[in-house]
């Protein structure tokens, strides 16, 4: 087969796409993680070249990925100079942190930089010390970072508020662009079976097993509840606290109702089937698997945490929103909505229009729009 050459203005589109980095430590199974990649194989190709940089190859996400399209070292300085993009995205405070020094030992060679934050960031910081004044300093350096990017990404508007008023960031300077839903591959991920699935009605919660998703709260809860006694918890995910969430579910003498079910690489199938979707978290960036849940068809319950779930539940019609680290009212949200039929029927079925918002198609024309806009 002889292949027919490409005109020069076809060769002359294709040079002027924005070549864009996406930099990460790892892809780990996050949401940050499932972002990046969904940015790199379904962002407009015509538009833009992205590529992802990892400081660890490492990962379940790794099989979603052309290899070939993967930059790894160590030194962010290094990845940058071997693939010289346009533009250079950063996803996470640790690693935005990185990139502001790599940024500043590139000098006049340096790309423009995307900062990208997807988390509360006075939480992450009090998650690091408890002394004020190491609050007050790391706050500092990531404020003097974040300022000397080109352009901040928040995830959520309440978010990118808060940016502006701690961080002293420029509300012009900050786009926001929610998370991204692939909801026609949820569906159909979510019709696939589930090995050894619960023999009785479950409710589900899928998250890094850590403090900030509050599980710790959501076993006391589910303990307390009178609704959810007919029905088993099943936890996906896995992290540190694995073993002190398994010793308090003894302690709650709920172990037997309880199942932790680790990382599972299709956690939609476990969605689909809920009688429930269960959100605990003491904070977000944007509920990913509140809009994953609501596309499932899942009546969502979730904690107002800053931030998302107030910007993706309208509280009593998509989803039912209760005080953050409270498991008295967690229980109560189980007892309203597990007792009501009818209302779990209505919160699923808003929740399924709703998530249509959040659709990766609507979602990356706003990332390519904003990559060829900068780089222009």
Known sequence: MVELAKSPSDVSARDKRPRVLLVLGALDGGGAERVAVNILNRCDSSRVDVRVG?????GPYLAEVD?????????????????????????????????????????????LWICREDSNTDAEIANLTDLEIGRATVRALVGHA??????VLSVSSDLAARLERRLRIQRDRISVIHNPTDIARIVEAGKQPIVDPPTRPFIVTA??????????????????????????????????????????????RIDERVRFAGFQD???AWFARAKLFVLSSRWEGFGNVIAEAMACGAPVLSTDCDFGPREQIVHGE??????VDDAEALAAGFDAVLGDPSLMTRLARAGMDRAKDFDIGVIMQAYADLFVGLAG
């Open 207 to 252: 998250g890094r097993l850590t403090r900030q998703k509050g599980q710790d709260r959501l076993l006391e809860a589910f303990a307390a509840s009178h609704a959810a006694r007919e029905c088993d918890l099943v936890i996906l995910g896995d992290g540190p606290l694995e073993d002190q969430l398994r010793a308090q579910a003894a302690a709650l």
């Open 318 to 323: 998509s989803g039912w929103l209760v005080a």
């Open 266 to 268: 299709n956690p939609w």
């Open 67 to 111: 290899p070939s399209r993967i930059a790894d070292a160590s030194r962010i300085t290094a990845m940058v100079r071997e693939t010289r993009p346009d533009l250079v995205m950063s996803f996470g405070m640790g690693i935005n942190l990185l990139v502001a020094l790599a940024m500043m030992r590139l000098g006049r060679d340096r790309p």
């Open 146 to 151: 974040y300022r000397s990017a080109d352009a």
């Open 54 to 58: 990892l400081l660890r190859r490492s």
